[in-house]
Structures are given as C-alpha cells and as structure tokens.
C-alpha cells in the first residue's frame, strides 16, 4: 500500500528553528508537496520538489531525498503565526495526490 | 479576487436526511476536487472532475454524489447511504490534472446529530 509518515505533533520556540520530517512510500513518484493549514481553515500551498536537494523560499525550506523516500521542512525564525499543521502529500505514478496525516506544529514564546 | 466558496461553513444534519455542499470557483481552473479531512488521517479524495459533465470517483466515492454542470461549481451531496458523514469537507481546484498545485476552499464541517 501506499504510505505518507509524518509526526503527529512537535513543539518550538519562538524564534527558533524546526524540521518536520515527511517519508514515504507510494507507486510512483511525480512531486512532493508541503501545504500550512491553519486550524479549520482552507491548506495552502508551501513547498514543491520534484528533484533532489534543498528549495528554499524565505523562511521556509524543503528537502527531497528520492532514493530515500524522505523529506523535510525547514521552518526558521520561528513566529506565532507559524503555529499550524503541516500536511505532507506526494503524487503518484498516477498523478494523485496520497496525503499525510499533518503535523501539529506548536509554537511557545 | 478569484478564489473558492464553499457553503455552508457548518450544516447539521439528522440521520437519514441528503446535504449539498456547494463549491464554486472564478480561478478558471479545469480541475475540481472533493477531500474529507477526519483526525488523525490524512485527507481523502471523494471525487474529481477535470472537465465539465464529467467526474470520477476517488478513494471513498460510497454514499456520496457530485455533479459538474458548469465550470465554476462542483456541488457535493452526502446522502444517507453514507455511515459516516460527520467530517471536515474541503473543495479544491487546479490547472489540469497534472498540474502541481492546488487552491483550497475553506472547508464545510458537517456535523450529523
């Protein structure tokens, strides 16, 4: 089967910087993407990688690794705002998306 | 500014009775899709459509209905064939299928009493 692995909930500072950390294991691989959702509201969109090594955009960075089936997003200077869940979500050999579960990310001043 | 509608934000609804939840979109954009989003899992795709009058299951189609008369609207129903309704629905839309990003709506949660 298909499988999307990420915590299910992490803890930062203020300030400080966070990796959230996504395997996984599907049929295929056409992109990894990262989308921030904010508690009862829409997802949007982060971060894309189809090839390997580091897209940086601002305070956030994601890594693909695809012979390892892993990535990871970087969050710097951590803020309140940043406080949300982090889904995780590769699309297939058939171009659906198969979707993590989130990863609560909570921010403490 | 072109965005995704949904509504209802919150419907209840008893046991035994259908409810639509609309989606409208002014992206343009070819491609719809309905996602249920439960805790603890990830989201899951109810049903897709990438042209008009046409749409195809997704992963857990069973006791739902969509119809794509027009560009702009893809409506979904949850009937009463449906065990499990309570959840958090979201309607998305992108540039065809391959395309790589989707833009969310802000989600209808349906509440069953």
């Known amino acids: 089967g298909q499988n999307i692995d990420q915590p299910t909930e992490m803890t930062a500072t203020e300030g400080a910087i966070v990796q959230i950390n996504c395997t996984y294991q599907?049929?295929?691989?056409?992109?990894l993407f990262w989308y921030q959702q904010h508690a009862g509201e829409a997802p949007t969109f982060l971060s894309y990688n189809v090839l390997d090594g580091l897209e940086e955009k601002g305070r956030f960075s994601s890594f693909l690794s695809r012979s390892k089936g892993y990535s990871y997003l970087l969050l710097k200077e951590l803020q309140m705002k940043d406080s949300a869940s982090y889904l995780c979500a590769v699309k297939d050999s058939n171009y659906q998306l198969i979707w993590g579960a989130g990863t609560k990310l909570i921010i403490k001043p | 500014d072109g965005g995704i509608t949904q509504s209802p934000k919150y419907l209840f609804r008893k046991e035994g009775q259908n409810v639509t939840l609309s989606c409208e979109q002014n992206?343009?954009?070819?491609?719809m899709y309905w996602y249920r989003q439960d805790p603890g899992q990830g989201l899951r795709l109810i049903y897709y459509?990438?042209?008009?009058?046409?749409?195809q299951k997704g992963d857990i189609a069973e006791g739902y209905s969509v119809s794509r008369e027009k560009k702009e609207s893809f409506p979904l129903t949850v009937t009463s064939a449906q065990k499990n309704p309570t959840a958090f629905y979201l309607c998305?839309?992108?540039?065809?299928?391959?395309?790589?990003?989707?833009?969310f709506g802000a989600g209808s949660r349906l509440t069953v009493l």
């Open positions: 459509s990438q042209i008009v009058n046409d749409f």
């Open positions: 599907t049929s295929g691989f056409n992109g």
């Open positions: 992206l343009n954009h070819d491609a």
């Open positions: 998305a839309s992108s540039l065809p299928l391959e395309a790589n990003v989707l833009t």
